[in-house]
């Protein structure tokens, strides 16, 4: 139980176009869902979380206009990169909290969608 | 603001070698505590947790106790495997926001050698 999934795993896409990833929980619901974003050998940063049905929240320093998170369901989130340059380059990694489970810490992570911008 | 320092890698061991991962924290409040393990080409799983001091977390032979004298929360294995080969990160959950926001530490590349 208690998978995330993220689509596509990976992508390419050319500097100035947009990019939706989508993170999926497929056997339970989830208001909260957060995206991270994770460079090469380092930590993950938070970007923003996301409650279903409102805005999302984003951290301190990350762009909203650039990067959009839908959360329209209690299974979807979607992020999109809009105008993509290749310092946007990066692992992309979506969470989420069960709904079910209450008080609870726990975040239950997708596998990662590595994005390349050329 | 909370923030979570653990042990630069990376670390090489033998297999059935001992394990230490420090990892110490700053944080408001009475955070919950987690090690996060990523393997190659996956996403990130729980390992382990404590929500409070002095529990001790364990799952698979790692453990990990909370300690709140002197802010830390050091993973351990009394003897890793090949398999254990990974990033391990060390987290916080601060209670006070709704959201249960998590701060990760860098991460410490963990290589098993047969």
């Known amino acids: 139980g208690a998978v995330v999934s993220q689509h596509p795993s990976w992508v390419i896409c050319k500097s100035g176009t947009s990019v939706k990833i989508e993170c999926r929980s497929l056997?339970?619901?989830?208001?909260?869902m957060f995206w991270y974003r994770q460079f090469p050998k380092q930590s993950l940063m938070l970007m923003a979380t996301?409650?279903?049905?409102?805005?999302?929240?984003?951290e301190q320093g990350v762009e909203k206009d650039k990067f959009l998170i839908n959360h329209a369901s209690l299974t979807l989130s979607t992020l999109t990169v809009t105008s993509a340059h290749p310092e946007d380059s990066s692992f992309y990694i979506c969470?989420?909290?069960?709904?079910?489970?209450?008080?609870?810490?726990?975040?239950?992570f997708g596998p990662g969608t590595r994005l390349t911008v050329t | 603001g909370n923030s979570v320092t653990q042990m630069e890698g990376p670390v090489t061991l033998s297999e059935e070698a001992f394990l230490t991962i420090n990892c110490t924290y700053t944080?408001?409040?009475?955070?919950?505590l987690f090690w996060y393990v990523q393997y190659p080409g996956e996403g990130l799983q729980l390992l382990l947790k404590?929500?409070?001091?002095?529990d001790k977390g364990s799952n698979k032979g790692f453990e990990a106790t909370y300690r709140k004298e002197t802010t830390s929360f050091h993973l351990e294995k009394g003897s890793v495997q090949v398999s254990d080969s990974a990033v391990y990160f060390c987290?916080?959950?601060?209670?006070?926001?709704?959201?249960?926001?998590?701060?990760f530490g860098k991460g410490t590349l963990l290589t098993v050698n047969p």
């Open positions: 056997d339970f619901q989830a208001t909260t």
């Open positions: 969470s989420a909290r069960d709904l079910g489970e209450g008080i609870t810490y726990e975040q239950y």
């Open positions: 944080a408001t409040g009475y955070p919950s």
């Open positions: 996301s409650n279903e049905g409102s805005k999302a929240t984003y």
């Open positions: 404590a929500t409070k001091a002095d």
């Open positions: 987290a916080l959950s601060d209670r006070g926001g709704s959201n249960y926001k998590l701060t």
